[in-house]
Nanobody, 122 residues
C-alpha cells in the first residue's frame, strides 16, 4: 500500500521547537519532491516548504523562512520538518505530500498523508 504518514505534532509553547516526520511506505521518497502543507482552522491549506527529490533543493514560505528547516533521510525513507521559534500562528494540521517536482501546485500531488496536529500555545 502506497502511503505517507506524518508524525510529531503535539502541543508546544510559543518559542518552542518540534520536528515533524513524513514516512513513506510502498514507494521511495527519493523519487519525489516532498512538500509540507498546513491548514489552520478556518483557513485554506498553504504550502510551507518543499524539498526536491532530484537535487535536494529546498524552498520555504516567507512566513516560516529562517525558522523551519526541511530535510530528508532517504535511507529511512523519511522527510523531516524542523520547526523552531514556533508562534501561535503556526498552529495547524500539517500534511506532507509527494509530487514529481516542487513546482507542481497543490492539485498536482501524487500522494498525501492524513496530517498531524501542531498546536502552539501563547
Amino acid at each position: 500500500q502506497l502511503q505517507l504518514v506524518e508524525s510529531g505534532g503535539r502541543l508546544v509553547h510559543s518559542g518552542g521547537s518540534l520536528r515533524l516526520s513524513c514516512a513513506a511506505s510502498g514507494f521511495s521518497l527519493a523519487d519525489y519532491a516532498i512538500t509540507w502543507f498546513r491548514q489552520a482552522p478556518g483557513n485554506e491549506r498553504e504550502g510551507v516548504s518543499c524539498i526536491s527529490g532530484s537535487d535536494g533543493r529546498t524552498n520555504y514560505a516567507d512566513s516560516v523562512k529562517g525558522r523551519f528547516t526541511i530535510s530528508r533521510d532517504n535511507a529511512k525513507n523519511t522527510v523531516f520538518l524542523r520547526m523552531n521559534s514556533l508562534i501561535v500562528e503556526d498552529t495547524a494540521v500539517y500534511y506532507c505530500a509527494a509530487a514529481q517536482s516542487c513546482d507542481y501546485p497543490e492539485g498536482g500531488m501524487d500522494y498525501w498523508g492524513k496530517g498531524t496536529l501542531v498546536t502552539v500555545s501563547s
